[in-house]
């Protein structure tokens, strides 16, 4: 089987420092062509830092990446001509319109007049862009700004596709539109290293994900496989009073011998259950101690509560801003 989708991407102990901070730290990786591979964590895990490397805007000081066959140190311009990277830099002329922006960057790839203006009314069609092509690109809304990016990243089909943190920022529609367009490069064949500190979004769109905390890949799988990995299931339970939840959360921790962590709501607790045996005890616990709840479930941990379980602390909150340079 594996003759068949040789690797897009592999990579062994790959570092990279800035002053003392190992923003990179001995990553490997190794991504097949045709899929879509998820880098998962938080701002400042180097998720940005590893795209950058892959992609030969930076040198690595320690390890080797092997990007479609070709070394990034030693032949970076030929992987240039095959990948196509998008959010660290906007190509977007916002003065000109989104059409006008499409056929200038045709043009400048080496594109005829008329295969520049072909491609462009392709894309602005396939992108859901026609309406607004006329328009200057700075009347856009951000999920369609967005969109105006990735469609200018792949004027010329890439073999790789980078995007980083692509849909960073958007409204659940326009984030959803995005995932539409992954799905649909992907299904001519580009593979595409995705980015993300949405758990939602690996899930969705990643046959198999790394999870990144401080520069280093902390767990690797599929979304099914990392939910495994860290129990049978999650026990979530609400209360009826919020002022019980300290004392339900000690209760449960020596009841299940698990990690309890407190959930948004003031209310709500949730616990890595491997024993479900043991929940049903622990229920009657609470209840016998006098702590009222208001309902309880167990089920499949989220790609959330994966995070926590391997990192002892929350994946990145939707509306942190996008990491700078890490």
Known sequence: MHQHHPLAIETSGLVKCFGTNRAVDGID?????????????????GKTTTVRLLATLLRPDAGKAIVLGRDVVREPDEIRRQISL?????????????YENLVLLARL????????KARAGELLDAFDLEDASRRQAKTYSGGMRRRLDIAA???STPDLLFLDEPTTGLDPRSRGQVWELIRMLVAGGTTVLLTTQYLEEADQLADRIAVIDRGSV??????????????????HVRLSDPAQRDAARQLLAERLGALVHLEGDPRALAAQVSDPDRVAAALVALSASGIAVSDFSLGQPSLDEVFFALTGHAAASADQSPESAL
Do not use: C, H, M, W
């Open 86 to 98: 998008t959010g660290q830099f906007a190509s977007i002329d916002e003065d000109l319109t989104g």
């Open 153 to 155: 990243s792949i004027i």
């Open 109 to 116: 790839l080496g594109f005829s007049r008329s295969q520049s």
């Open 218 to 235: 902390i767990a690797e799988g599929t979304s099914t496989e990392l939910k495994a990995s860290i129990g049978s299931g999650v026990l």
């Open 29 to 45: 990786l190794q991504v097949r062509q045709g899929s879509i591979y998820g880098l998962l964590g938080p701002n400042g895990a």
